[in-house]
């Protein structure tokens, strides 16, 4: 078994491992996509293991953000299992930096728990309604709509470069990812808050939300201001396609202990990917 770091002169073998681990449609049967989330490391990197045919077995994604290595896309055969490849694999990721993870599913929870990562509290997500929406009901308020924002686009960062991915620049500063196909504006940044509701509300959006660590103290405005965490709203987190009473529950977790003034970013890790490629 051979553990190394992927480039993307391995798309061939990496496409015919993610094909069979994960479902169709899947973000990264793209090669654009992999080479977007792995193809520069100042941004990610992708670690695989090869078997004696040369093909890949296992798999670790790092996403980098706020100088961390944020696990992503873990996945080993089960014959690999029990042999210390994982360790291996997550040894080359902690070559760049510390390693954390959030959306950690019940296998990954068990694995960190092994590890004896620090589990934090679980991220927290707000929404609000468009105050002008008389009918709150998810057929209402989760339903394409049509918006003018061409001259918002932002394209400056990595992030807004993520494939299918539109994200614009408000005018008090704020970002925001566009996904008109479910009426709503994903909040990045908040900037001015108040400024930002209004021009989502002028723009023609039917919901907003936010997503951050628990310990961010913009929620105590965004409560001011009658956001709700989602459970509490009918926009579920699930949109694409959208799976209705679906909410936000994802993990937060380090190798590390971390400094308590850290904010999780929408754009650390994968929950701040916005549905899948066309």
Not at 150 to 173: A, R
Not at 233 to 253: A, G, H, K, Q
Request: one cysteine or more.
């Amino acid at each position: 078994m051979i553990t190394r770091e992927a480039t993307i002169e391995d798309w061939d073998i990496l496409l015919t491992f993610f094909k069979i681990i994960y479902r169709e449609n899947h973000p990264l049967h793209q090669k654009e996509f992999w080479d977007w989330q792995y193809g520069d490391e100042k941004y990610g990197r992708s670690f695989i293991c090869l078997n004696d045919k040369g093909e890949v077995v296992g798999h670790v994604g790092a996403n980098f953000g706020g100088g961390l290595a944020w696990i992503i896309n873990v996945y080993l055969n089960e014959e690999c299992r029990g042999k210390g490849i994982l360790g291996k694999l997550y040894e080359l990721a902690r070559q760049y930096y510390p390693l954390a993870a959030t959306a950690a599913n019940a296998a990954g929870l068990g694995l960190y728990r092994n590890m004896r990562w620090i589990r934090y509290y679980d991220l927290v997500r707000y929404v609000k309604i468009n105050p002008n929406c008389e009918v709150k009901t998810i057929d209402n308020v989760c339903k394409e709509i049509t918006v003018d924002v061409d001259h918002l686009i932002q394209k400056e960062t990595h992030y807004f470069k993520q494939p299918s991915l539109k994200g614009i620049v408000l005018s008090d500063g704020s970002t925001a990812v566009s996904q008109e196909n479910v009426g709503g504006l994903r909040v990045v940044d908040v900037n001015n808050l108040q400024k930002l509701e209004e021009e989502a509300w002028s723009l023609g959006y039917l919901w907003i939300d936010y997503i951050t660590s628990w310990n961010d103290l913009k929620v105590k405005d965004l409560e001011k201001n009658n956001w709700v965490l989602d459970h509490e709203s009918i926009v579920p987190w699930r949109l694409n396609p959208l799976e209705e009473n679906y909410f936000c529950d994802i993990t937060f977790l380090s190798e590390l202990p971390l400094d308590n003034e850290f904010i999780v970013h929408r754009s650390y890790s994968d929950h701040g990917r916005i549905g899948s490629l066309k």
